[in-house]
């Protein structure tokens, strides 16, 4: 058996009811593969896979806190520390009620070739916890997010592991998370990024998921022969990612016809209205059943669809495992060139498949929104230097970054002799960065 086989086997074994852990290590593993077999004798000798889907360490903890009627509710915390052989620990915290240990794990595990991909020092991990901050009063999100840090600043801080927003966490809980991390430890540091902006966040960090998706979508179509002024967009989401996506997208002249949360579906054959968008969302914290008020002309549908619309390039931008093998399907036949994935694995494998053997551009997440997490590290880099940069300077940063991961991938695909198969490339140049800082370190 080969051993990439071989240790993906004993990651199942291992790590029984983790499915999208499990998905996570195949999908890097598989594309792998030419540069293992290349390096084989190497990398048993080192057990360096089996070093790489063993994470550091993880802690898992109980969050109790009080609701508003004074009822005590309990929910459970994660922070998985997965690799820090180039950096300090760097990934988001999410909050929903579908998190669990595997898919913290697969979270991690992806972080680690996205951070490696953006040529920055920052390591791998992610946390977060099963707590719902939707329909809770702000108090109870306070409540939550002080006895969360109460113990995970246990195991933080900005030389060792420093956590930000995902699905779930924007600037409320983190503000909150950091005044409880100030207030136990005494000290004022970059513990967190994502912070607002009176107390060391960045300019442009709201900005650079959805932003750096399109700078990196806009090189690979150049570089395809495409352009995006004039493209029709299909965005699924309405949260952070989507919302500064479709923003981006239309500055650059393509129209975004959808938009979506967990209950349905919006379309909008004029154009999102990206003001309204953030009005429902970020203001009202609201449904997109709201939207139609803003713009009598558009559909919303209950449940799934987005996928369905006609569009030329696609950016699921909402959560994992949301483009199916369907989907890409209905992609395909209604002539889509590109899909990019402003979310953390939201095309299934088999989907993915099917889009690239179909001739789709097909850009994955782990390089499509490392624009997040790179321009923490530049909120890490001012809080250091304790000086802010101007907005312009950091996304002039963003777009520099974005391009030249957009080359990473493209020239470790090529290196590999698989020209245009970014998924692949992407997995590569994470790697060969990583692999080199572990075997560089020791056996540790
Ligand atoms: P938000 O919480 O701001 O928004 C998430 C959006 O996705 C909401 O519209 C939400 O709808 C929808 N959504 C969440 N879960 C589901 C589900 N199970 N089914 C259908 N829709 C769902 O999160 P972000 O925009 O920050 O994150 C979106 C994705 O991007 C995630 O995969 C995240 O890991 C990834 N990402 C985020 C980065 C960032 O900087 N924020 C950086 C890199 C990646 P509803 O409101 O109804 O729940």
Redesign the pocket.
């Known amino acids: 058996m080969s051993y990439v086989d071989e240790v993906y086997e004993k990651v199942v074994a291992k790590n029984p009811a983790e499915p999208e852990f499990h998905q996570a290590v195949k999908e890097v593993l598989d594309s792998l593969r030419p540069v293992i077999e290349a390096n084989e004798e190497k990398y048993r000798r080192e057990a360096l896979l089996e070093r790489l889907v063993e994470p550091d360490r993880q802690f898992k903890f109980r969050v109790p806190w009080v609701d508003d009627q004074g009822q005590v509710q309990v929910n459970t915390g994660y922070r998985v520390q997965f690799n820090n052989s180039i950096g300090p620990y760097k990934g988001?915290l999410?909050l929903?009620p579908?998190v669990n240990l595997g898919i913290i794990k697969f979270?991690g595990f992806e972080q680690i070739f996205k951070n490696s991909l953006t040529r920055l020092p920052i390591g791998g991990g992610k946390g977060g916890s099963d707590f719902d901050p939707?329909g809770k009063s702000d108090r109870e999100v306070m409540a939550f997010c002080q006895s969360f840090m109460t113990e995970l600043c246990k195991y933080i801080g900005a030389d060792t592991d420093v956590p930000a927003?995902?699905?779930?966490t924007?600037a409320r809980e983190i503000g909150y998370m950091f005044g409880q991390y100030k207030k136990i430890k005494s000290v004022y540091e970059g513990v967190l990024t994502g912070k607002g902006l009176s107390y060391g966040g960045s300019l442009a960090r709201t900005e650079?998921?959805g932003y750096g998706l399109l700078y990196l979508t806009q090189e690979m179509l150049k570089c395809n022969g495409h352009e995006m002024n004039g493209k029709v967009v299909a965005v699924s989401?309405?949260?952070?990612?989507?919302i500064y996506a479709a923003q981006k997208a239309q500055q650059m002249g393509a129209k975004v016809v959808t938009c979506?949360?967990?209950?349905g579906w919006v379309y909008d054959p004029e154009g999102i209205d990206v003001a309204a968008l953030k009005e429902i969302k970020e203001v009202q914290r609201a449904r997109l059943t709201e939207y139609k008020k803003y713009r009598p002309n558009s559909e919303y549908h209950e449940g799934r669809g987005v996928w369905t619309v006609k569009c030329d390039i696609a950016l699921p931008?909402?959560?994992?495992n949301?483009l199916f093998l369907e989907d890409a399907k209905a992609l395909v036949a209604n002539g889509c060139i590109a899909v990019a994935e402003?979310?953390?694995m939201?095309t299934t494998m088999d989907a993915t498949e099917y889009l690239q053997k179909n001739g789709v551009l097909f850009a994955p997440?782990k390089a499509a929104?490392a624009g997040?997490?790179a321009t923490s590290a530049l909120e890490m880099s001012q809080n250091s230097e304790r000086l802010s940069w101007t907005f312009e300077e950091v996304d002039g940063k963003l777009q520099q970054i974005m391009v030249n991961i957009f080359h990473n991938l493209d020239d470790a695909a090529k290196r590999y002799g698989k020209e245009g198969d970014y998924v692949a490339g992407a997995n590569i140049a994470g790697f060969e960065k990583v692999a080199e800082a572990m075997i560089a370190q020791g056996v540790c």
């Open positions: 988001g999410r929903h579908s979270l939707k927003g995902d699905i779930g924007g650079a998921t989401g309405s949260g952070n990612v989507a979506s949360d967990s209950n931008c909402a959560t994992q949301e402003g979310a953390n939201p997440g929104n997040g997490v």
